[in-house]
């Protein structure tokens, strides 16, 4: 099968194109190699990725429509796209980058789906379009018209451009809202790799919000599985056989789209992630309780009931196992 993926030597694009090479899949891989965060860590992904005969890994932006047009070529089986402007704080410094990468390079991608449909098409937003949501856990089929931040407004507005080129052109499109990833080859900007450095470097750690935050910390590892597996799973079209799961399903009325959670479904307080961490590294942290950030939210939590439904599957890591995963990566990497 002929793939692309979008922002593969990003953190989750690069989880997801190696299990999809690792599958024996021909795997088109596009990133901008922005300096956003430590280029040498995409790089080093990047390598990794190429060591697969099966690899095709190309470095442009998808604001550059040309350049994208002539790598799409005549389409691809499956496209997962993943590249985006990451980052909720970010989006107070340098929201143009925001609306450049995600919205105007989804749009250019969605054009050539327009032009050449894949049979299914995966799309990155997050568990931030939520927002201001007070009930919890998050279900996929709660409005979500409240985003806190420019960038959950750019995956929202992402979600809903997907939407009408879904209706519009017949596209299967899955929307997959992730929550909180951590994990092996994770970004340097992420709470994990900044609260490792300050450990290891016997710096004090911030923690937001005087710790009283819940996230639904995912193991990267378990969100690509759920990845594949709904790769498998594309939306039906409207009024199709066998279409619905009516109480829990995001699907469309109008268009072969849905969205779906993928989280651990057990929101961990922060203090104990700290405290996993410690437990791992075998260091004490030194903590600099601060107020919440803007654009902050004090807890997220998954429903992943439809995750299960569609697939069998849910995450299954537990924090321990997997922050002694990240940990062992993190020691290797930066050689501590």
């Not at 005969?53 to 470095?59: E, I, L, Q």
Request: glycine residues 8%; charged residues 20%; aromatic residues 12%.
């Amino acid at each position: 099968m002929r793939i692309l993926v979008t922002g593969s030597a990003g953190f989750i694009g690069f989880h997801v194109a190696r299990r999809l090479l690792e599958q024996g899949h021909e795997v088109t891989g596009l990133d901008g190699f922005t300096p956003y965060y430590d280029r040498a860590l995409k790089l080093r992904r990047h390598e990794i990725l190429a060591e697969y005969s099966g690899y095709a890994g190309h470095d442009v932006l998808l604001e550059d429509a040309e350049t994208l047009a002539s790598l799409y070529g005549k389409g691809f089986d499956e496209v997962f796209h993943f590249a985006a402007q990451a980052g909720v704080r970010y989006s107070l410094e340098n929201p143009k980058s925001y609306i450049d990468a995600n919205i105007t390079g989804t749009y250019n991608l969605l054009e050539l789906m327009r032009a050449l449909p894949p049979r299914h098409a995966l799309l990155a937003s997050t568990s931030s379009v939520y927002g201001a949501n007070a009930k919890i856990p998050f279900r996929e089929i709660d409005r979500a018209d409240h985003p806190l931040t420019l960038y959950a407004a750019t995956k929202k507005s992402t979600e809903e451009m997907a939407h009408a080129y879904s209706h519009l052109f017949g596209i299967p499109i899955t929307m997959l809202r992730f929550f909180t990833v951590y994990g092996p080859w994770s970004r340097p900007d992420m709470a994990p790799i900044k609260f490792a450095a300050a450990l290891f470097d016997g710096r004090p750690i911030d923690i937001y919000n005087y710790g009283k935050m819940r996230r639904d910390f995912t193991f990267v590892g378990d969100l690509a599985e759920a990845i594949v597996l709904l790769a498998g799973k594309a939306p039906p079209r409207p009024g199709a056989d066998g279409s619905g799961l009516p109480d829990i399903d995001s699907l469309s009325p109008v268009a072969p789209w849905r969205v779906v959670n993928i989280g651990a479904e057990r929101p961990v307080e922060l203090m104990e992630f700290v405290k996993t961490l410690e437990a791992s590294t075998g260091r004490v942290a030194k903590c600099n309780f601060m107020e919440m950030q803007p654009g902050d939210v004090p807890v997220t939590y998954a429903d992943t009931s439809l995750l299960s439904a569609l697939t069998g599957f849910k995450p299954t890591t537990p924090l321990a196992d997997g922050v002694a995963a990240f940990v062992a990566w993190y020691r290797e990497y930066y050689r501590v």
